[in-house]
């Protein structure tokens, strides 16, 4: 996954759009509320209406297959569990499961698939009983 663009496309004038994807199949995560922190700092930014996001608390991935080439995101934002080499996506299951692992390779190849590549990939994610809290500060700035 260090994978790096060598060049970037130029800008278009459009929308910033942002796929927020969120992962805890055993409900130890609180995807929800960062996901609603991300919606609402997108919502009081002076240039709101030029930002859009798609939402998705329970990603498998399926998900991240079809948004990719529908939503054409310029940002995908994954918060979740994850391992060395791996991401772990819910499965289609209403009831705390196992994850649904996804290998790094798997998950840049459908990334590298798209006609239109994001722009930057965001990993916020952790062995799953690692605690996060402990290794950020209190207040994280925003853009």
Do not use: W, Y
Request: proline content about 7%; aromatic content about 4%.
């Amino acid at each position: 996954m260090r994978t790096v663009l060598r060049e970037l496309r130029a800008p278009k004038p459009e929308k910033l759009r942002v796929l927020l994807l969120g992962a805890a199949s055993d409900g130890s995560l609180r995807i929800g509320r960062e996901q609603e922190r991300i919606r609402t700092i997108a919502q009081r930014a002076t240039h709101r209406d030029l930002v859009d996001l798609d939402v998705d608390s329970a990603a498998t991935a399926d998900t991240l297959l079809d948004a990719l080439p529908r939503f054409c995101p310029h940002i995908v934002h994954f918060s979740g569990h994850s391992g060395e080499n791996l991401l772990e996506f819910e499965r289609d299951v209403d009831d705390f499961h196992e994850s649904a692992i996804v290998s790094a390779s798997a998950f840049a190849g459908a990334i590298a698939a798209v006609d239109e590549k994001p722009l930057l990939v965001v990993l916020n994610s952790c062995p799953p009983g690692r605690p996060r809290a402990s290794s950020r500060p209190s207040r994280s700035p925003s853009a």
